[in-house]
Structures are given as C-alpha cells and as structure tokens.
C-alpha cells in the first residue's frame, strides 16, 4: 500500500482540525467579548456617537464568530445570536436617536 | 316521523349555536390562568406532555428583563425553539431549573421518573400545582383584572422583589440611566392622556426588551399607533394583552383629565 505524501497528511490534519468542536476556551472568550459589547446598553444613550458605533462594529465582528460555532455548540449559538441581535439593534437605535435630537 | 325530524333539526340547530358561540365569543382566562403560555416545540415529539407555563408564578420572582434578555426567552410563545438539550447545557429554563436553584428541568426520554417532569410537562394532566394560586398570591395587593394582581403596586411596596440578575447568564451593568416619563394624547376625543412611565417599565423591562422591536422611535410621535393594533397584540398590546393588565383596565394609562 503506498505512504499518503506529507502534503495530503497535512491536508487531512488540517481538515481535522477543522472539523473537531471549538474548544471551551474558545466560546468563554466569544461568551466574554459578548459580556464586554452588550454589557452597555443600560447606558447606551449616554454614550457619544462614536463609542456606541465602536460598539456596534464588535457586534457585527461577532456576529460571524457565533454562526462559526458548530452543531456541538447549538444552544450557544442560538442563546448568544438572539442576544446580540437584540443587544445590537439597541444600539442602532441608540445612535439614530442621538442623531435625531442632535442632527 | 315528524317527531324525530323535528329533534333532529333542534339538535343540530343548538350545535351550531353551541359552535357559533365557541366561534365569536374568547373567554376570557380566570386570574390564575391569565398569561398561561403552552409550549409544545418538541414535547409531543419526545413523548411529553406540552409545557404549561404560568407566567404569575415567575414575574412574582424575576424581572420580565431577566428572561427575555438575557436568557433569551422570544416574546412570543414557542417562537424560541426550547429543546431539552438548551436546558440540560443550563440555558433557557434550564438556567434555573438546575437543580440548584429551583428543581431540574427534566432532560430526556428515559430520565428516572422523579415527578419532577409533570410539574411543567402538565397540559391534559392533571397536576397538583407546587405553588398554589390563591395561597401564593393572598397578600399581593390587589387588581382588577388579569391576575387580578396589582404586580406594579406589588414590586413598589416590596410584597415581591423580582430578581434582575442571574449569576453566569446576566452581564454585570451599571445602574439604569433612569428615562423621563411622558404623556399621550388620546386620539378619541373626551378620553383622558396616557401617562407613560419609563420608570415603571423600565424596572421590569430594562431598554432593549422595547427598544427597538416593539417602539421603534424614543421621540414623541415617531411610533404611530392606534388602539386597534394594541387589541391585535402589538405595541403595548405585545405585553398589556397577555401578561401585564389587560387593555380593559383602562384607566390604569389614560389617567390624565383631559385640559
């Protein structure tokens, strides 16, 4: 039988890798970024236009970060997705209603 | 022959009223049935009984906020998708029902029969109820609709103090930036303003639960909406026809004599 060559071996580690669940520390760290953007919108309408639009863009940078989250991590996905949409369509109305009252 | 054509034609004459009647005219709920949600995602299907769930019971020991922001329960029922997996992994009903702070959510097929299933797996059963009704809310101060529960009054005089924060769910926040209440005009003429008060709504539903899903716009007349669309279950109607009082307690918002 011939030896698979070096690049498919890699190719398939690779795949693997892939492939295997994300690991806990992993999602404690999309679950802590979570905390950090979301863990404003108490105060959101203090904030300037600039710091809720800094919050906004991690929403949307973390958005994909939870869609990567595989089936293993479901309920994660699920849970974490409906909040960030909530938390980040808050901020978006945060910020139009900031601009209304100081267009 | 003309006897039974005649009973036959009765009875089928009182059916179809008895049906028309069933047709035309909702009950409405007894105070303890007031805001009972039936969940049946998957229950059926794994061989339960569908979840009744009693929405007094909880808002008597959790903010509204608590469960539908940050577990992240959906404002309407079954839209959420609860599946026993979610509860095991200790998300949705799963976040309490723990074992550690209230009784476990019952998990899978096989699991041991505890009992504890059927106090939520209960619709079509017959189950004695953990927390009786009457007896949990006898010294609640009264209202006089829905539950028949005066749950504002209840929260400002301490008879019940809803928990707002849960330990490895919520997100630690600063205090609330407290929002100016406002009035409404009444778009019928003679019928006292509304007076809205953020305070009070945002004791139990914090910004995001409103904001922007159900008002779109904070300024004064963005929102355009009539009492008709409330009755169909939107705006106020979202929360103010199935869990909070219902819409025919009218003068618990329009209470400013009219100038």
């Known amino acids: 039988m011939p030896r698979p060559s070096a690049s498919f071996s890699t190719a398939l580690l690779l795949f693997c890798l892939l492939l295997r669940p994300l690991p806990l520390p992993a999602v404690e760290e999309l679950k802590a970024e979570f905390d950090a953007v979301c863990g404003k919108t108490h105060n959101a309408l203090n904030l300037s236009a600039a710091e809720i639009n800094e919050l906004i863009g991690r929403c949307d940078a973390l958005k994909p970060r939870l869609e990567k989250l595989g089936p293993e991590r479901g309920t994660e996905r699920k849970v974490f997705l409906q909040r960030l949409k909530m938390c980040r369509e808050f901020y978006a109305f945060a910020l139009s209603t900031k601009e209304e009252n100081c267009p | 022959m003309k006897k039974s054509l005649f009973f036959t034609l009765f009875l089928l004459l009182l059916t179809g009223l008895a049906l028309a009647q069933t047709g035309l005219k909702k009950r409405r709920p007894l105070p303890h049935e007031y805001g009972r949600v039936e969940l049946n995602n998957f229950s059926e299907k794994a061989g339960r009984a569908p979840v009744v769930f009693d929405h007094w019971l909880h808002r008597a020991k959790f903010t509204?906020?608590?469960?539908?922001?940050?577990?992240?329960?959906?404002?309407?029922?079954?839209?959420?998708?609860?599946?026993?997996?979610?509860?095991?992994?200790?998300?949705?009903?799963?976040?309490?029902?723990?074992?550690?702070?209230?009784?476990?959510?019952?998990?899978?097929?096989?699991?041991?029969?505890?009992?504890t299933c059927d106090r939520c797996h209960s619709a079509g059963k017959k189950v004695t109820r953990h927390y009786d009704f009457r007896a949990f809310t006898e010294k609640l101060p009264r209202g006089r609709f829905g539950n028949g529960i005066d749950w504002e009054q209840a929260e400002a005089e301490g008879s019940i103090t809803p928990v707002d924060f849960l330990a490895g769910v919520s997100i630690k926040r600063e205090a609330l930036t407290p929002q100016k209440d406002f009035d409404l005009t009444a778009k019928v003429a003679g019928m006292p303003e509304i007076i809205f008060s953020h305070q009070k709504h945002t004791v139990w539903n914090g910004c995001e639960l409103c904001h922007p899903e159900i008002f779109l716009g904070v300024k004064k007349g963005k929102t355009q909406y009539s009492m008709t669309e409330i009755y169909e279950g939107k705006y106020c109607g979202v929360c103010h026809s199935s869990v909070a009082f219902p819409l025919i307690d009218c003068q618990r918002c329009h209470i400013k004599p009219v100038r």
């Open chain 2, 64 to 115: 509204c906020r608590l469960c539908h922001v940050d577990i992240g329960f959906a404002m309407q029922a079954g839209s959420t998708g609860i599946a026993a997996a979610d509860n095991e992994r200790g998300y949705y009903c799963g976040a309490c029902h723990n074992g550690r702070t209230s009784f476990a959510a019952c998990s899978t097929k096989d699991q041991p029969a505890t009992g």
